[in-house]
T-cell receptor
Framework: DGGITQSPKYLFRKEGQNVTLSCEQNLNHDAMYWYRQDPGQGLRLIYYSQIVNDFQKGDIAEGYSVSREKKESFPLTVTSAQKNPTAFYLC?????????????FGPGTRLTVL | AQRVTQPEKLLSVFKGAPVELKCNYSYSGSPELFWYVQYSRQRLQLLLRHISRESIKGFTADLNKGETSFHLKKPFAQEEDSAMYYCALSYGNKLVFGAGTILRVKS
């Protein structure tokens, strides 16, 4: 199914540990996004990047960090400062040219803090 | 501020019945709106967007700027329509999503 891949599918973390979630895309998309999906709250934007070596905070960036060293990769680190990290994390990407704002989503990573 | 409201967490209908999933938005500019769907064990995917004015899988959605709404409709629900549906508003290369509505179609 290519396109956007996320790994791992499931991740378990002990309190106080940092963990990194992987997101890769082979669609040559410019922009990449990280969302957090919680029941009853929809998708909330954590961070996004429109170009390599640049990224912006979303609505709930506290306790998270990202990097965009390559166009195809946008890893998310969940730090120990994130108070409630247990959630389903979705990565997405899109072309910015042409005004087509459709975002394509990865399969997600479910993070559980033990 | 940009906001999307989906007032129903769960909508349960019988097969063959009409479906309407409600979506209201708050945005000062010219809105671009989408419906995304997430079937069980599948990734989130685009269902339709208001710009294209198309019908996908029998679903349609009309943008009503006066009522700031973008409700999703289907005249006859099918069991395979059961899924989570999200309404989303595009602004500045970003999307803001509603809380989602679970649609359950009963046989």
């Amino acid at each position: 199914d290519g396109g956007i891949t996320q790994s791992p599918k499931y991740l378990f973390r002990k309190e106080g540990q940092n963990v990194t979630l992987s997101c890769e895309q082979n669609l040559n998309h410019d922009a990449m996004y990280w969302y957090r999906q919680d029941p009853g709250q929809g998708l909330r934007l954590i961070y996004y990047s429109q170009i390599v070596n640049d990224f912006q905070k979303g609505d709930i960036a506290e306790g998270y960090s990202v990097s965009r060293e390559k166009k195809e990769s946008f890893p998310l680190t969940v730090t120990s400062a994130q108070k409630n990290p247990t959630a389903f994390y979705l990565c997405a990407s899109t072309h910015l040219a042409g005004g087509n704002n459709e975002q394509f989503f990865g399969p997600g990573t479910r993070l559980t803090v033990l | 501020a940009q906001r999307v409201t989906q007032p129903e967490k769960l909508l349960s209908v019988f097969k063959g019945a009409p479906v309407e999933l409600k979506c209201n938005y708050s945005y000062s500019g010219s809105p671009e709106l989408f419906w995304y769907v997430q079937y069980s064990r599948q990734r989130l995917q685009l269902l339709l967007r208001h710009i294209s004015r198309e019908s996908i899988k029998g679903f349609t959605a009309d943008l009503n700027k006066g009522e700031t709404s973008f409700h999703l409709k289907k005249p006859f629900a099918q069991e395979e329509d059961s899924a989570m549906y999200y309404c989303a508003l595009s602004y500045g290369n970003k999307l803001v999503f509603g809380a989602g509505t679970i649609l359950r179609v009963k046989s």
